[in-house]
Every structure is written in structure tokens, then in C-alpha cells.
């Protein structure tokens, strides 16, 4: 008889069986490290951290303190919804948590461990180096509860290639020509692509924040003034609208993403686009882009009335990392938080295409000659500020907005009436 | 009366045609766009002849760990939750067809309203139950929903297939001794053997797929594969679409296989009873 045959499929194996499988699957994950540090992040902060080209920066941290780092990474998005909602319990696992500056309104502040103390006790190496106005987005009723990380400040990126092609020299430096350059480059290439002269996407305040601001205007003020010069916002979308007809805007420009943006600047099939400094490298990959080495970016450029008079103001947003109320070992996320912010880890981080929060960073010999636009982000960012501050309904208040503009861009709605229906609209939102 | 018939097959294969035209060119678009060069996959005029590469199934192997980790979280949980709700579906289907009773009659109608809420609507106010229970970012809480939402119509494809089982097979076992679970294994279970896995092809299929539930209730541990291409695809520093569509398609080939080799039991449960009476 075969051992085969000896066996018996009980009742009790199989319960057994499936009970102590369930125990196994349910049980947490054991780590060789004394301590464990739950972050919850986008992959981006794990890879500049942990795998980018300056390779594994937490190492002698995770040594020092016999600590291992587990992270939980999603989208941007989602990321911040899982934050909340972990913050929001009696008692979470995780520990840091990376925030947007555009999200923390004060119930949401309150969610997150005041670290001025923290800040006294064990100070964060030279602070006064790191951007103040990133320092001052995470400084809600005068507690700082985050620590920025990263920043993605938007510049105008433009295909040399198709300018070179169109007899364009250089790139704009005022947005009266680069409106006059995008309707240039709005033609079908030598390759025979029909190209268009400037992608944006459409659902991203973004971008018409950015053409009111080159008319010295804005959608929402940091003290909360909506549209405070009509003027510039309906300048901004009227230029905007004018692109569209004359084709230099997409047809599809209503659906139009900010992926497709990428792709189309990669493909030769848009000359201009608004991104952050930090694509640059996914722009002229070689692997992905037609065009590698010949995607080049420059500041945003301002209306000729105001150049000179005054700065144009980019869009940015940043990253920080907090320290979870409702978490445990918060003297150890403290040590994590003061490493990563560290000069070295700043500069490592940026190396690995992370938009460095620290002035010096820039500064850095080494890194201003690996990063050709280090200089021009520089200065980008010393006027840059956040699209929006943050509300409890800035969700459906930039809504409300994308609606009004696309309806101005597409000529659905006069311009005019566009902005006086965002300001109708959006202010009963506001807070008081 | 010939022209007619000719035309009428003409129109029968143009319609299959766009059907097949409509339901295959997104996978086909998918595959292939995973063994394009990454310049090519997004080119104008589109390129229809290409040289393959495996380059984006290397760089999602190396850049992309957590993607395989998923896959096995999967594997995982559609295993778990498909022994499960078929289990529980068998034994609650072969209750529903054998006994009559207001209570059995008010628990099909309670199946019938789970099957109607939308998962969204549990998930939220789960998330802190399933945090206290210490069950958050584990696989036995997937398996344990996902089973929970398919038990209601495994247990209704069940019910339709033991109805169909003589109940004379049960009575002759009953004299020869054999206790109703002894029947329930010996005799139901083996002749609704195409129940059972009409009902394993639905839960596999919505297990292996799943994203909701995985997104809100799990993090690191027993992350799924759908979920970590939701990461892909928002990725801050851009969207590396041969990866993308390289991970889309290793995490659809399983799925697809296995449809296509249990499609007829697939037919057999949405079929079952159609023709009863």
C-alpha cells in the first residue's frame, strides 16, 4: 500500500489547517531591526530616499537607531486620504506621514503633532536654510507640523527642435510672445506630426493661475481675497481663449490631462507646456522621448507690462513630513524627520531628481553642474507661491473654477461673465 | 431567399466583428504597447510593425518589486476567497434548495439586498473596525470581503444548481444512514460540481481584479497587484507607461487564461435555471 493511501483528509486537519493559516496571514511582520518606523508616502519620497542615484541615504540612520523603515506608498491623492483617515483613529501604526501643502486646513493641522517643541529640543540642522515660505505653508495657526521635503515649482518647458524648425531663436520672454510663438508653432512638422503650440491640461487650476498671475493677478489669495484683480484673471483667460481658437490651445483641450502633456512634449506633437522643473528628466529620456536634450525649460514669463516691475509668482507645491498625533514613538520620527532633512540627505535626495527645499542646495557646485535648470528653479522658486491656500471646501471650490474656465476657454461663456460667476460662486465657500 | 441568407451572415459577422473589434483592441492595444519600444508607444502616426522588446518587463522586474509581491497578495487572497464564499455558498445553497421556512425566505431577501449595496458605502465606516480588530493591511481581511460580497450570489447559483439534483438521491442516502452533511459531501457536492465552479470562475474574477477594498483596508503587507499599478499610474515623477502597460498586462494574463479555460462553466452559471419549469 502507498503512503498515499494513509492519508486521512479529517474534519480537524482541515480546520486546523485553515486556522493556523489564517493566524500566519494575519500575524504582523516580523523585522531582524529592534525598532520599526511606518512611513506612508508616494513612492517618489521612498525611491529618492532609499533607491535614486545617490543610492540609500537612510542607511546610517536605520544603523544608529536599530531601526527598520517600512513604507506604505500610494498616489498623491490617495496618499493624503489614507493620512487622514489613519490620523483620525484612536491609535494608528504608522508613524510619518507625507502631507501636501495645500491640504492642511486647521482641523486638519490639529491631526498632527506640533513640532516647535521637538524643533527646541533637538534642533534640524541649520533650519534657516530651508525655504521659509515652504516652512511657512506648514505653519497652520502658528504651530509648525510638517517639515518640507520636496518641491515641484512649475516652469515653461519648450521643444528647441520645433523652435529651431519654426526659425525661432529663443524662447519667450514675455507672455505676448509666447503667445505669438505657440500660434508660430502650431503647423506639421518636417516629420510630418501635426504639432500644436501649447498643451495644457484642464483640470488643473494650475495653469490658468498662472496666466492670471503673468498679468500680476491670482484666483485665491493666502488671506483668502478671491480673484483680487478681475482684470488680470479675465486678461489670463482671454489669452488663453484666443490660443485656443487659433489652434495653438488643442482641440481636445477640455479633456486634455497632465499626462497627455508629457507625451505630447515628448512625441514633438506640442512645442510649449507648464510643468514642474523636476520632468525635466522624464522629458528627455532617451528611452521615451523623440526628443532627449532638446526639451529645455525657462521661467513662466510675465505680461510685457510687468516685466521688470515685478516677479512672476510660479505655482508650487510641497511636500512635508509630519508626525502623526495618534502615533507611538514620536522621539524616533523626530530622528527620522531630522535626517532626512539634513544637508547631505537634501542634496542626495535632489541628485535623484527631488525638488530640493534647502537654498544651499542649490549652491551646491556639484549639483548646479549635473542639473542644468538648478539655476533657473532657483530662482522660480524665491517668488514661488501654493495655487491656493488650503480650505475645508477647496476641492469643490477649484471645481467650480475649472468649469467657469473651461466654458471661457472653449467660448462657451464670455470671459467676462466666466470671472464674475467664478467670484459668485466660489466666495460663498471661503472661510469667513 | 439565398442573398438573404448571405446578407444576414454578412451582418452576423460584422456585428461579431465590431463586438470582437470593441472588446479586444483595449488588451490588444495593452500587449502590445508592453513590447514596444518606449518612444513607439504613443508615436503619430500610430506604428503597427515594431521590433518587440522585453525591456519594460526587465525594468518593471527591477524598479517594480513591490508589483510581484502584490501578484503573490493576490494569488493570496483569490485562493482564500474563493475556498471561502464557495464553501460557504455550497452549504447555504444546499440548505436554501432543501428546506422551506419565513426565516430562510427572509435570509434569500437579505442576500438579495447585500448584493445591492454598493462596497463603497461599507467601507468607510469598516475602516475603523477593521483597525481595532488589527485586521488593517492583512490578507484575511480582503478574503473575508470579498467572499462576504460574492457568498450572496454563490449562494443563489448554488441554490439553482442543488434544485436541480433529484431529491430522491437524498432520501436513498438518508435510508442507507448518511447524516445531511455526509449527503451535503458525498452526493450534492459532486453532482453540482459545475456550480461550484461557475461560482469559483465569478469570485476569482473579482477577487484577482478587486481594487476598492484593497486600497482602503490594506498598506504594505498585503498590498494587491491592481493596487500597485494605481501607483504607477500616479506617479509624481511621471508615468513610465511601458512599465505600466507591461505590469497591466502580467496582471491580466492569469485572469484572461483562466476565463478563457473555464468561460463554459462561466456560461453554465449565468445560465442555470433559465430553463427550469
Redesign the interface.
Known amino acids: 500500500m502507498s503512503r498515499i493511501d494513509d492519508f486521512r483528509f479529517t474534519r480537524r486537519a482541515l480546520l486546523g489547517t485553515a486556522l493556523g493559516g ?1 493566524a500566519m ?2 500575524a ?2 516580523a523585522f531582524a531591526a529592534g525598532k520599526t518606523l511606518n512611513v ?1 508616502s ?3 519620497h521612498q ?1 529618492v530616499l532609499t533607491a535614486g542615484k545617490s543610492g540609500d541615504l537612510l542607511e546610517g540612520w536605520r544603523k544608529a537607531n536599530d531601526a527598520e523603515i ?9 496618499l493624503q486620504d ?1 493620512l487622514f ?1 489613519e490620523a483620525s ?2 491609535e ?2 504608522f508613524n510619518v506621514g507625507f502631507l501636501i501643502d495645500n491640504r492642511p486646513t486647521a482641523q486638519i493641522a490639529s491631526l498632527f503633532e506640533p513640532l516647535d517643541d521637538y524643533l527646541a529640543k533637538a534642533p534640524i540642522e541649520d533650519f534657516k536654510d530651508i525655504a521659509p515660505g515652504l516652512v511657512q505653508a506648514m505653519t497652520i495657526q502658528g504651530k509648525l507640523i510638517g517639515i518640507p521635503v520636496r518641491h ?1 515649482t512649475q516652469g515653461l518647458f519648450y521643444n528647441e527642435a520645433l523652435l529651431e524648425e519654426q526659425g525661432i531663436k529663443a524662447p519667450p520672454t514675455t507672455l505676448e510672445e509666447l503667445v505669438e510663438q505657440a500660434k508660430k508653432l502650431t503647423f506639421k512638422s518636417a516629420a ?3 504639432v500644436v503650440g501649447m498643451v495644457l491640461a484642464s483640470d488643473l487650476a494650475v495653469f490658468p493661475v498662472m496666466f492670471a498671475r503673468a498679468f500680476g493677478g491670482d484666483y485665491i489669495t493666502k488671506d483668502f481675497k478671491l480673484v483680487p484683480e478681475p482684470e488680470a484673471m479675465e486678461k489670463g483667460l482671454s489669452v488663453m481663449k484666443d490660443m485656443f481658437d487659433a489652434g495653438a490651445l488643442p482641440r481636445s483641450y477640455a479633456t486634455t490631462s497632465n ?1 497627455d502633456q ?2 505630447w512634449l ?2 514633438g ?1 506640442a512645442a510649449f507646456t507648464v510643468l514642474p522643473f ?2 525635466n ?2 522629458l528627455n ?6 526628443f532627449p536634450g532638446r526639451i529645455k525649460a525657462v521661467e513662466f514669463p510675465i505680461s510685457s507690462a510687468l516685466k521688470g516691475k515685478m516677479p512672476m509668482s510660479a505655482v508650487v507645491e510641497s511636500w512635508a513630513m509630519t508626525i502623526l498625533k495618534n502615533s507611538r514613538n514620536k522621539d524616533l520620527s523626530w530622528s527620522f524627520l531630522r535626517e532626512v532633512s539634513t544637508k547631505r540627505a537634501t542634496l542626495g535626495m535632489a541628485n535623484s ?1 527631488n525638488g530640493p527645499v534647502r537654498v544651499s542646495t542649490y549652491a551646491d557646485p556639484d549639483f548646479a553642474a549635473a542639473n542644468p535648470l538648478a539655476a533657473v528653479e532657483a530662482k522660480v522658486l524665491a517668488h514661488a507661491r501654493g495655487a491656493f491656500p488650503p480650505f475645508p471646501e477647496a476641492a469643490r471650490a477649484q471645481s467650480i473654477f475649472l468649469e467657469e474656465v473651461q466654458l471661457a476657454v472653449l467660448g462657451r461663456k464670455p470671459v467676462k461673465q466666466a470671472v464674475a460667476d467664478i467670484r459668485a460662486r466660489v466666495q460663498p465657500l471661503l472661510p469667513a | 431567399m439565398r442573398t438573404d441568407r448571405l446578407y444576414i451572415g454578412l451582418g452576423k459577422t460584422l456585428a461579431v466583428g465590431l463586438v470582437l473589434i470593441w472588446s479586444l483592441l483595449p488588451i490588444v492595444f495593452i500587449v502590445l504597447s508592453s513590447l514596444k519600444p518606449g518612444v513607439e508607444i504613443f508615436a503619430v502616426p500610430p506604428k503597427f510593425f515594431f521590433t518587440p522588446t522585453l525591456e519594460h518587463y526587465v525594468n518593471l522586474w527591477e524598479k517594480w518589486g513591490t508589483f510581484f509581491q502584490g501578484l503573490f497578495n493576490s494569488l493570496v487572497v483569490t485562493v482564500g476567497a474563493t475556498l471561502l464564499a464557495v464553501s460557504a455558498s455550497a452549504a447555504a445553497g444546499y440548505v436554501c434548495s432543501r428546506y422551506r421556512s419565513r426565516f430562510l425566505t427572509g435570509s434569500i431577501f437579505f442576500l438579495i439586498v447585500v448584493r445591492l449595496i454598493p462596497p463603497i458605502v461599507v467601507t468607510l465606516p469598516l475602516f475603523p473596525a477593521v483597525n481595532w480588530l488589527r485586521l488593517n493591511d492583512t490578507h484575511i481581511v480582503l478574503i473575508v470581503l470579498y467572499a462576504t460580497f460574492f457568498v450572496s450570489l454563490g449562494t443563489i447559483l448554488m441554490r439553482t444548481f442543488i434544485d436541480q439534483i433529484p431529491r430522491e438521491l437524498d432520501e436513498a442516502a438518508q435510508i442507507d444512514g448518511a447524516g445531511r452533511l455526509t449527503i451535503l459531501r458525498l452526493v450534492i457536492l459532486p453532482l453540482a460540481a459545475p456550480g461550484i465552479l461557475a461560482v469559483a470562475v465569478f469570485v476569482v474574477v473579482y477577487a484577482w481584479n478587486e481594487f476598492l477594498f484593497a486600497f482602503i483596508f490594506t498598506a504594505t503587507r498585503a498590498k494587491t497587484a491592481p493596487f500597485v499599478i494605481s501607483e504607477m499610474i500616479g506617479s509624481i515623477d511621471g508615468v513610465d507607461w511601458g512599465v505600466l502597460f507591461a505590469a497591466s498586462t502580467a496582471q491580466l494574463a492569469p485572469v484572461l487564461l483562466f476565463v478563457v479555460f473555464m468561460h463554459r462553466y462561466l456560461v453554465a452559471g449565468l445560465t442555470a435555471g433559465a430553463t427550469k419549469g
Request: glycine share 6%; hydrophobic share 30%; net charge positive.
Open positions: 489564517a496571514l494575519a504582523p511582520r506612508l508616494h513612492k517618489v525611491t517600512v513604507w506604505s506608498t500610494f498616489d498623491s491623492n490617495p489614507r483617515r483613529l484612536g494608528t501604526e515641484a510630418g506630426t501635426p499626462d508629457v507625451t515628448q512625441q506633437r523636476a520632468r528628466a522624464q529620456n532617451p528611452q521615451q522621448s523623440k531628481g
